[in-house]
């Protein structure tokens, strides 16, 4: 697989990665719409040859095209070399709703590092993950463009979906940066919102999904099996003594997952097993549960280990047992449902192959 470069802002942009086609949205959850925006914007890369550098030509700025300079002159050095066009995706962490709430409430389906190996695995050049504040927020639609897209990137082309805006008031509309494309001279790409059933598919409609139990709904809107993970911390080790050993860690305080038991995949480093998660304990404490991963046949202390969950199907939703007994009763029947589940399992899309859960 090619170099994948994770920027943390746009100081010190590489200079192959310049010139580049660009795509900008929040993408939390990559899901088929934005799977689509990405698919385009390769399209458009490999379909144009980058102008070779170091001619010394200028494009001119927005400000001088506003003022009405002509330009001439500025130009871009025709190519004498196929030089490959890079594609880069900038987002922003945390999420722009998060910054003006009191505290964080958005139930995020994917945070930056997640967002980096799904566009990897796409075939993206990099991810800039721009960290987001009220300064950026307050920066005019104009300047932004000026700023990030024509000073730091000098971006050939930028793809965007139609209910993307950015900018001070949300100004940077689709159809303001289709102007600024005119008058700068880079391409601007709009793609309508991809349409799933009677909806759009949407971050809000997948996190409702998941909210719900509503697995299957979830993963084929976001073209792959969902994906929690996080460390691997110390437990009540009550799973041990019911002979369900457990590996457990922490969701995000706004994670708004269903609570229940779901047949999983687990990947540890590079090795991957077959596993069944439970999330919540309505018999014992359960203000704050952690998420628990029984792995089959396995047997390894892996405490303070990284941690990576597919989760492939929802078996049940919690339920309150009248003892231990009978909860075991009901673990063995989850298993044996998430054995065959996971047997019978196939990717949903070249991206669920490529994350290397589904294989």
């Excluded at 922003?92 to 998060?98: G, I």
């Excluded at 073209?223 to 860690?249: C, M, Q, S």
């Excluded at 009248?322 to 899309?349: H, R, T, Y």
Aim: with cysteine.
């Amino acid at each position: 697989m090619k170099n994948f470069t994770i920027l943390n802002g746009l100081d010190n942009v590489p200079d192959e990665l310049k010139n580049c086609v660009l795509t900008i949205g929040n993408f939390d959850g990559c899901h088929l719409g934005h799977q689509r925006i990405f698919l385009s914007a390769l399209s458009i890369a490999n379909s144009q040859t980058a102008g070779v550098s170091g001619s010394g030509a200028k494009r001119p700025t927005a400000t001088e095209k506003t003022a009405g300079v002509s330009g001439s002159g500025a130009k871009r050095p025709t190519a004498t070399e196929k030089i490959k066009t890079p594609v880069l995706a900038l987002t922003f962490e945390p999420h722009p709703r998060d910054v003006f709430a009191k505290e964080p409430f958005m139930f995020r389906l994917t945070v930056g590092e997640q967002k980096a190996r799904a566009l990897k695995a796409f075939g993206f050049d990099g991810i800039i993950i721009m960290p987001f504040d009220k300064d950026l927020a307050s920066l005019e639609a104009r300047e932004f463009v000026q700023k990030y897209f024509l000073d730091a990137l000098d971006i050939k082309a930028i793809v965007v979906g139609e209910d993307f805006h950015f900018g001070k008031n949300r100004s940077g509309t689709p159809e303001f940066l289709a102007h600024c494309g005119s008058e700068c001279g880079f391409e601007v790409h709009q793609l309508n919102l991809l349409e799933n059933g009677h909806a759009s598919v949407s971050s809000s409609r997948i996190r409702e999904a998941l909210s719900e139990g509503q697995l299957d709904v979830a993963n084929s809107l976001l073209g792959y099996h969902w994906i929690v993970e996080g460390e691997v911390i110390t437990g009540d080790k009550r799973g041990r003594e019911l002979g369900y050993p457990t590996a457990n860690f922490v969701l995000a305080d706004n994670s708004n997952l269903a609570q229940g038991v779901y047949a999983a995949r687990v990947k540890l480093g590079e090795r991957l097993f077959d596993g069944i998660a439970s999330f919540g304990k309505p018999m014992f404490e359960n203000s704050q549960p952690p998420f628990e991963v029984h792995i089959f046949d396995f047997d390894e202390d892996i405490y303070g280990q990284h941690i990576e969950v597919a989760l492939i199907k929802h078996i049940r939703g919690q339920m309150v047992f009248d003892g231990l007994d009978e909860l075991i009763v009901q673990m063995d029947k989850d298993s044996a449902k998430a054995k065959i589940a996971l047997a019978n399992v196939k990717p949903l899309s070249k991206l669920d192959e490529q994350l290397g859960f589904i294989i």
